[in-house]
Structure formats: C-alpha cells, structure tokens
C-alpha cells in the first residue's frame, strides 16, 4: 500500500499548526518583521558598556529578536517536514534561513562587544536591576569568553552559516524524497507493499524470514546506491564542524561540541569503556536469540522479529493513547491531563504521507505547543515512540510555563531523559498490567530498548570520533572507508553469533541512513539518557512521594543550571560510571531473565 498524499489526511490526523499562525499571510508579515530586525540590533552597536540598563535594553531587544525568529523558523520547518516535497514549504525553510542569516550577521557584534567588558565592571553590573533577571544567560554567554573572535570575525562567521547549512538538508531530500521515491516494492505474504524509511522496521519484524530478507535486500540496495552522495555529504558537513571549532579555539569539533553541555570528554570516554566491558551481556541475548529461532547463524535482518509474538498485533491511535497515559500516572493527575489536552488537540502529525520526514520527534518554540512528528504504524514499537516523544513534549511545555524565555530551552542532555523516563514507565506498566504469558516479549522489547539506545548509540559515538578525527588529521570521507569501519564496529557489538555473509555486509551502508551523524555528537546522550532513566523510572516507581515533585520540578527548570547540576538535584549522577553500570546491571537481569522463561 502506498503512502497517502498529504491532502488525503484526514484534518484530525494532522498537527493543528494555527495555533502558531492562523495562516500563511501570518507568517509571512513575521517574516517581513524579521528583515527590519538587522538595522534595529544595529544601533545598539558601540552602546554596551554605557551601563547596565543599555545593555539590559540591548539584551531585551536581542531576546525579542530571537524569540520571534525562532516562531519563523518552527512554522517553516514543521510545514517542509509534513511534506518534504512541497516546494512552497521547502521555499519557506530557504527564505527563512536566509533571514535569520542576516540577522545573525547584524547581531555579530553583540558578544565581541559583551565579552570586552572588564570582567570587575561586569561583576559589579551582574547585581543591578537591569541585568537581574539575565544573570544566567549572561554567565551562560560569558563561559565562551575565550572562544569569541572580533566583532569582524564573527560577522563572517554568521555569514558563513548560510552556506554550510545545506549538508543535512540535502541528506534529509535525499534520503527522504528522492530515495525513498525509488525504493522498490516487496513481494510480502499477504500481498505487495512499497518499502519507505517509516515501514522498514515493522517490514523487519515479519515472522517470515524469506520476506524480511526480501525486504533487507530492496531497502539496502538502493541504499547502496547513494553512498557516493551521502559521502560527500557528510564529509562536507564534518568539515563545517571541524571550521567552526577551530575558529572559535577549541581543541577539536569533540570539545567545542560538549562545550556548552559542560560535559567533560572523559564522560564520553567512560561511557564507551563501560559499553564495551558489558558487550558480552548483548553477545549472550544475541546467541539466546539464535537459539530460539532455531539458527546456525543470525542474519543481520534477524534483528527486530520479536522473540515472542507480540500480545497484540496492531493498536489504533486511540488504544496508544490511552496506554501511555495510563502509564504516566505515576507522574500525577495534572501531567496526565495536559498530556491528553494536548495529543487530542492538534499536537500530534500521526501518520505517514507521501514526502513526510521519516522517524518521529517533538518540536516547538516558545510561542507554539509542543508539536509531534510520528509514522505511527500500529505497532507496540510506535506506542513506544509516542510515549517517547511525549516526554520530549512535556519537557518543552513545563519549562515554558516556568521559565521566561531565555532560560526555557533545556539542554538535549536533559532531554533524552525525559523521554526515556516515559518508554520506562510505559513498560512498567505493560509489565503489571498485562497476562504472564506476555512477560517475555515485553522483557524482549526492553533489551531492544536498552540494544537500540545505548549499545547502538554508543556505536554511532564511536563512528562520530573516527570520522571527525579522520577530518581533523587532514583526510577525507569516502564511502569505502566510512562503510569500512562501520562494519568493523558492526562486528564488534554484534560478536561472533552473526553469518556476515554477503547479504548481512549489506548493513556497512547503514550509516548512509544516519540522520544522527549531521548532530555533532549528539547519539551519546541517548545512552546517557537511558542510564538516567533506568535511575530515575525505578526512584518514580519506589513510591516516594518527593521523586516524581523532583523529577517534574527538573523538566521545568529549562537551562536555569547546568545540565549535569540539575540531574544531581533530581538524583542521577552522570559524572559517575555507577549510572552507567548499574543500567547495564538491569540489561544483565532482563537477559537472564528472558532465559529462564524462553528456555
């Protein structure tokens, strides 16, 4: 069955987007707004060491400025990803990112001029009423001190962005339009389907191994075909991060990219090491796997078919809904109720269309609702990816009812946990409330969890530092060589239980459809995410009533600290391998206990 075209979807199924304009004409005088915007920044310029209430007025000015750029930029994104072939939309991501652009070349001077400041004057007027309510943005700001250039510099900078933007916007056309028009159609037991980015992974948990190797085949072959181009891509892409960092005086694209997490690099280096030293807990759930299909070898399509059948096999949007808002109760009445306001009132983008981006996530600015983008297939794996995303949704709308706007956009750090928290306490709940005779499959479905999220996440980390450092020492990506090494590191999580044949090398192209790795390093926060949640689900579920008071008042602190100091506050240490290990120490549990009941 072939996707619908976004006019067949029904209204009811689509996010309500006149809650961030009313319409197109809306938008465009925004857009208009915004191109006065540079000559008004401007006359701050050469100002801001006047006094405090000058630079306070400049901050406020700056602040307006951003805040409304930002409602620009969602509407334009959110109407390109419902349909990444609608020329007027992608029309509106262009005009828009080449405003903002502008906008960031006016304001060029803004930080140089800041930073210049003698750090005692800036102390003193810390404590003025003007600059009060903009301590922690401005300390924020100062952090970077060493990394600013000159006000010249960093004009060229921001004019510069424009023309290094388009790497990812190219992979996302590529892989999501012109790809996904030329994937095939697959001979399946009941009939024929077209393979897009959204249907692969359900295609994948077939119980008809004939059908998902048909279905490996048709999507990795065409993949195959574009390595050339995602190459070339993703190169171009490195070599802009690799840029920037240098420019700005970081050590490598590593540091300036966890510069302003304040992640320390030895939390990336502990991360790895911990997975690594644990690999064999997923090399043993791998041969459980292969003894349970009945198979010499696993194949590399053998992956997502379930264990043990799944208790059901398709739940209407409806039943998914119910489900994990049943689930988050624990969280509280008032969380519970505006969650379900909220999907039932025009959130949610629920399913696939012709040109809709794949995947799912949650998106929004200050003066929007918390928009969701999913392909919900039916599947407990998409009930799972609304309660995930849903958590990334309720971070974004109790930070923005708590915090004004400049301190209101949480750190991705944060975030992952969030929404993990979500999938945990979603689980916890099927485990409860469902027949004994579905414990295993959901035990099954909570190591994909932890194999999906952390021990592939970590992967992707691995791949990402090879890849930015092969760039930093002066080489280059090609498909070779980044097939290359993805598939030495394939071999290293996934251990001696696969074949590795010649349909199962197919996967060294798997990279190619990585939307992640145009992130900068942003996969290890899924893993850390899903520590933290472990952590931070198990406290919720302990039935203190001052973990879930703690947890809510972490979503709606926004980026008013730290990230690290604020999930010290709400319990979880990340500084510390215990977090790691002690997630690694449930996956142990879980595939030992998958083993008493499967065999």
């Not at 392909?375 to 998409?382: A, Y």
Request: glycine share 6%.
């Amino acid at each position: 069955m072939k996707p619908r075209e976004r006019s067949e979807v029904p209204a009811e199924d689509r996010w309500d987007l006149s809650d961030l304009y009313a319409s197109q004409e809306d938008w465009e005088r925004d857009l208009a707004r915004l191109k006065e915007f540079p000559d008004r920044i401007v006359r701050w310029k050469g100002r801001l060491d006047e006094s405090p209430e000058t630079l306070g007025s400049a901050i406020r000015e700056l602040l307006d400025q951003l805040r409304l750029a930002d409602k620009v930029r969602t509407y334009a994104s959110l109407r390109s990803d419902q349909d990444l072939s609608d020329p007027m939309a992608s029309d509106m991501v262009a005009r828009q990112a080449a405003s903002a652009a502008k906008l960031a070349s006016a304001r060029s001077f803004f930080l140089p001029e800041v930073m210049a400041l003698p750090d005692e004057v800036m102390r003193s007027w810390m404590d003025s009423d003007a600059l009060k309510p903009y301590r922690t943005w401005l300390e924020e700001q100062l952090r970077f001190k060493a990394h600013i250039l000159s006000a010249d510099e960093e004009k060229l900078l921001a004019m510069s962005r424009e023309a290094t933007r388009g790497f990812h916007n190219s992979f996302g056309k590529l892989s999501n339009v012109d790809m996904s028009q030329r994937l095939p159609e697959i001979e399946l037991e009941d009939g024929r389907a077209k393979l897009t980015n959204a249907n692969l992974v359900s295609l994948l948990e077939s119980e008809s191994r004939q059908q998902r190797e048909r279905v490996f085949r048709g999507y990795y072959g065409e993949l195959s075909g574009n390595l050339n181009t995602m190459a070339s891509l993703l190169d171009g892409h490195v070599r802009s991060a690799v840029f920037y960092a240098r420019a700005r005086g970081f050590d490598s694209a590593l540091h300036a990219s966890l510069f302003g997490d304040r992640v320390p690099v030895e939390l990336l280096d502990t991360l790895i090491e911990t997975t690594t030293e644990h690999l064999p807990v997923l090399h043993r759930y791998y041969g459980l796997r292969r003894r349970i299909m009945g198979l010499k070898r696993l194949a590399m399509y053998d992956l997502y078919v379930p264990l043990v059948r799944p208790p059901k096999n398709s739940y209407s949007f409806e039943e998914a809904l119910e489900l994990v808002l049943e689930a988050l109760a624990p969280l509280g009445e008032e969380y519970v109720e505006l969650a379900g306001e909220g999907l039932r009132g025009g959130w949610i983008d629920k399913y696939e269309n012709r040109g809709k981006r794949s995947g799912a996530y949650s998106d929004g600015c200050y003066d929007s609702p918390p928009y969701i983008l999913h392909n919900f297939t039916g599947t407990l794996r998409s009930v799972f990816t609304l309660a995930h995303e849903l958590g990334h949704s309720m971070h974004t709308l109790l930070s923005n009812r708590a915090q004004p706007y400049h301190t209101s956009d949480y750190r991705i750090l944060v975030a992952e946990v969030a929404s993990t928290t979500n999938e945990m306490l979603l689980l916890d709940h099927l485990l409860k409330s469902s027949p004994e005779q579905t414990k295993a499959y959901l035990l099954d479905h909570l190591v994909g969890d932890f194999r999906g999220t952390v021990f592939r996440q970590v992967m992707f980390t691995e791949l990402e530092r090879m890849l930015y450092e092969r760039v930093e020492s002066g080489a280059g990506l090609t498909s070779n060589y980044v097939g290359d090494i993805y598939m030495k590191l394939i071999e290293k999580y996934r251990g001696d239980t696969f074949a590795y044949d010649e349909t199962d090398r197919m996967i060294s192209t798997e990279w190619g459809r990585i939307p992640h790795l145009y992130y900068n390093f942003y996969t290890y926060k899924y893993a850390t995410g899903m520590a933290s949640a472990v952590h931070m689900s198990q406290m919720i579920l302990s039935g203190g009533s001052e973990t879930p008071e703690s947890y809510l008042e972490l979503l709606s602190s926004g980026c008013s600290k730290p990230p690290l100091e604020l999930l010290g506050q709400a319990g979880v240490e990340l500084t510390r391998p215990d977090t790691v290990r002690a997630a690694m120490g449930k996956m142990d549990e879980v595939v030992s206990e998958l083993e008493d009941l499967l065999t």
